[in-house]
């Protein structure tokens, strides 16, 4: 059985990826440069993001640093503003606790987590949580997941991680640990082949740890 659950946290555990590609698409409208969605997605598999497209269509790095800004602040609105919550990831987690030890490792910044964790219970669950400020490279590589085995004294073998994007898998998949993807409409297109497990909620993941002994 699987001892160590990581959990990506964006689009598993909150419903916030789509509001973040939302907020960059307006801060960049606002200099004349269209943010497409598929190229964005193709983008974020590779550790890409927002301003790759604006770098492609020749927007200077004084205008990136101004428009992340605003990106940042649109970002912080829509988390105080739109809902967020995912049907059953509290329940899910008081269910998961009891069979398994939990940690969250994501690229969110730590001002926007605290933000989005200011009021729910979703963090009680978890022994630690890694956010961008806490490890060098960004995902997809393995830096976040192999840092949190070290934070837990785990080997790859004993943890699972549960992600929704193909960079996240990509960052599981070279730290040797197995993933579980769950299903997201916004990241529906990306590539998980390499994938050990797919599923369609959070409430899925307690058969199946239990399952894996």
Same mark, same amino acid.
């Given at each position: 059985?699987?001892?160590?659950?990581?959990?990506?946290?964006?689009?598993?555990?909150?419903?916030? =990826?789509?509001?973040?590609?939302?907020?960059?698409?307006?801060?960049?409208?606002?200099?004349?440069?269209?943010?497409?969605? %598929?190229?964005?997605?193709?983008?974020?598999?590779?550790?890409?993001?927002?301003?790759?497209?604006?770098?492609?269509?020749? &927007? %200077? =790095?004084?205008?990136?640093?101004?428009?992340?800004?605003?990106?940042?602040?649109?970002?912080?609105?829509?988390?105080?503003?739109?809902?967020?919550?995912?049907?059953?990831?509290?329940?899910?987690? /008081? %269910?998961?606790?009891?069979?398994?030890?939990?940690?969250?490792?994501?690229?969110?910044?730590?001002?926007?987590?605290?933000?989005?964790?200011?009021?729910?219970?979703?963090?009680?669950?978890?022994?630690?949580?890694?956010?961008?400020?806490?490890? &060098?490279?960004?995902? *997809?590589? *393995?830096? *976040?997941?192999?840092? !949190?085995?070290?934070?837990?004294?785990?080997? *790859?073998?004993?943890?699972?991680?549960?992600? %929704?994007? !193909?960079?996240?898998?990509?960052?599981?998949? !070279? !730290?040797?640990?197995?993933? /579980? #993807? #769950?299903?997201?409409?916004?990241?529906?297109?990306?590539?998980?082949?390499?994938?050990?497990?797919?599923?369609?909620?959070?409430?899925?993941?307690?058969?199946?740890?239990?399952?894996?002994?």
């Amino acid at each position: 059985m699987k001892k160590y659950i990581l959990f990506d946290h964006d689009g598993v555990l909150v419903d916030t =990826e789509y509001w973040y590609y939302r907020a960059g698409e307006r801060a960049l409208a606002e200099i004349g440069v269209r943010l497409d969605l %598929d190229q964005y997605l193709r983008d974020m598999a590779h550790g890409l993001g927002t301003w790759h497209q604006a770098k492609a269509a020749g &927007v %200077d =790095e004084q205008t990136i640093a101004r428009q992340r800004r605003m990106r940042d602040a649109l970002y912080e609105e829509y988390l105080r503003t739109e809902s967020i919550a995912i049907d059953g990831v509290v329940d899910a987690l /008081a %269910d998961l606790v009891k069979v398994a030890r939990l940690a969250i490792v994501t690229t969110s910044r730590r001002s926007d987590f605290d933000l989005i964790h200011s009021e729910d219970a979703i963090t009680r669950f978890m022994d630690f949580i890694l956010v961008r400020d806490d490890y &060098v490279h960004a995902k *997809p590589h *393995p830096e *976040p997941y192999l840092t !949190a085995l070290a934070r837990f004294g785990a080997s *790859p073998t004993e943890a699972l991680v549960v992600e %929704d994007s !193909a960079r996240g898998l990509r960052s599981a998949v !070279a !730290a040797g640990i197995d993933c /579980a #993807v #769950v299903d997201n409409a916004f990241t529906a297109t990306q590539d998980f082949s390499q994938a050990t497990y797919r599923i369609g909620a959070l409430r899925d993941l307690k058969n199946l740890i239990l399952g894996s002994s």
